[in-house]
T-cell receptor, first 114, second 118 residues
């Protein structure tokens, strides 16, 4: 079984400040980890993924995420948030032994105030 | 550019009605997924197609739910005798590759169909 927890329903930050969105996962084997972002009235958009290799993964729009195996976490980060980063963020996991089925977290709403 | 297109964008149905939700994936994409997203929740897997073959329908909530992709492109999710608990956003996603290897793995999502059953 695989699952994802996003412990914060909402994250509020001021523009220019660092942004962190937390994610922890549970899989029986090794994970593939993903972040997707959803803007209002738009489909989910891929941000970044961890497959193997470097624990720090860089993605679109200046986002990055750090894979921490011991803490089973994959937190999303951006050094300096923009108002346009305000959206709903989903973390997702797939056990590498599962061919295709992603499990998503419940999502975290990020609001960046000017 | 052409992305994943879903129609209708909104659907209101009376309890007991049948509905059909359409998904037009990106041309050439082999894999197609349907997800159900309840209010305030993340997407939940419903079913998976590889070309025209439905390889996994384990997430379909009941036998009232049926999906098809007869020519390996457009897909339809049909819900018979809708119930209030079917109210959700239904998301379609496609991916270029046949095998989710991780390396090339990236899902492209449509905007979804918001179904409200009264």
């Amino acid at each position: 079984a695989q699952s994802v927890a996003q412990p914060e329903d909402q994250v509020n930050v001021a523009e220019g400040n660092p942004l962190t969105v937390k994610c922890t996962y549970s899989v029986s084997g090794n994970p593939y980890l993903f972040w997707y972002v959803q803007y209002p009235n738009r489909g989910l958009q891929f941000l970044l993924k961890y497959i193997t290799g470097d624990n720090l993964v860089k993605g679109s729009y200046g986002f990055e995420a750090e894979f921490n195996k011991s803490q089973t976490s994959f937190h999303l980060k951006k050094p300096s948030a923009l108002v346009s980063d305000s959206a709903l963020y989903f973390c997702a996991v797939r056990d590498i032994t599962d061919d295709y089925k992603l499990s998503f977290g419940a999502g975290t709403t990020v609001t960046v105030r000017a | 550019g052409a992305g994943v297109s879903q129609s209708p964008r909104y659907k209101v149905a009376k309890r007991g009605q049948d509905v059909a939700l359409r998904c037009d994936p990106i041309s050439g994409h082999v894999s197609l997924f349907w997800y159900q997203q309840a209010l305030g929740q993340g997407p939940e897997f419903l079913t998976y197609f590889q070309n025209e073959a439905q390889l996994d329908k384990s997430g379909l909530p009941s036998d009232r739910f049926f999906a098809e992709r007869p020519e390996g492109s457009v897909s339809t999710l049909k819900i018979q005798r809708t119930q209030q608990e079917d109210s959700a956003v239904y998301l379609c996603a496609s991916s270029l590759t046949r095998v989710m290897s991780g390396t090339n793995e990236k899902l492209f999502f449509g905007s979804g169909t918001q179904l409200s059953v009264l």
